[in-house]
């Protein structure tokens, strides 16, 4: 049974730098695309992006510019940058796994339990 | 606004059958996945491709597509079925994905 953890600091200041890292047990990483998805308090979810578990990133494009995304398979962990963040990015950041990114039996099949980031002076 | 609508709120009486849609231009060409949100609680995986449902899914739920509508049937809903339902699929691009703005069930 894969499990998701994620972690990170709670609290942002506007224009840092909001880094998180999802840590992958129960299961290899190879081969699958690992996801981010946030949902600010209140309202719907968003998805942010992946990286497959080779490096390649796919993010959404209303956030392209300012986000990164990276995979250590060595340590089971996958990461996020948002840069320069304002109080819209303030959110509960989901990880996940996405079975397979370009399959039509697509789904996000784990999921971390959350963590909420506020971004606040 | 998103490129998958969903209806913000739908009810149901206990035991009955209740459907949830999700509308978009994508869903012509690609399925939709269905996710059931607690108060909360992370996100959980109901219903995925054609009409699959992960295991430990009760079979009152299902899924179904015609057009640019997915949908989401519960068959006998239960008090345990009330939650935010969310469905996600492809945008317009085909290379990113969306959500749906989410329905919030009520079962009466």
């Known amino acids: 049974q894969v499990q998701l953890q994620e972690s990170g600091p709670g609290l942002v200041k506007p224009s840092d730098t909001l880094s998180l890292t999802c840590t992958v047990s129960?299961?290899?990483?190879?081969?699958?695309?690992w996801t981010w998805i946030r949902q600010p308090p209140g309202k719907g979810l968003e998805w942010i992006g992946y990286?497959?578990?080779?490096?390649?990133?796919n993010y959404n494009p209303s956030l392209k510019s300012r986000v990164t995304m990276s995979v250590d398979t060595s340590t089971s962990q996958f990461s996020l940058n948002l840069r320069s963040v304002t109080a819209a990015d303030t959110a509960m950041y989901y990880c996940?796994?996405?079975?397979?990114?370009?399959?039509?039996?697509?789904?996000?099949?784990?999921w971390g339990q959350g963590t909420l980031v506020t971004v606040s002076s | 606004s998103s490129e998958l609508t969903q209806d913000p709120a739908v009810s149901v009486a206990l035991g009955q059958t209740v459907t949830i849609t999700c509308q978009g231009d994508?869903?012509?060409?690609?399925?939709a996945s269905w996710y059931q949100q607690k108060p909360g609680q992370a996100p959980l995986l109901v219903i995925y491709?054609?009409?699959n449902r992960p295991s430990g899914i009760p079979d009152r739920f299902s899924g179904s597509s015609s057009g640019s509508t997915a949908s989401l049937s519960i068959t006998g809903a239960q008090a345990e079925d009330e939650a935010d339902y969310y469905c996600?699929?492809?945008?317009?691009?085909?290379?990113?994905?969306?959500f749906g703005g989410g329905t919030k069930l009520t079962v009466l």
């Open positions: 996940a796994r996405d079975s397979d990114f370009w399959s039509l039996d697509h789904a996000f099949d784990y």
């Open positions: 996600n699929s492809r945008d317009s691009s085909g290379k990113h994905m969306v």
């Open positions: 994508s869903l012509r060409s690609y399925y």
């Open positions: 491709g054609k009409d």
């Open positions: 990286v497959h578990s080779s490096g390649n990133t």
């Open positions: 129960g299961g290899s990483m190879h081969p699958s695309y």
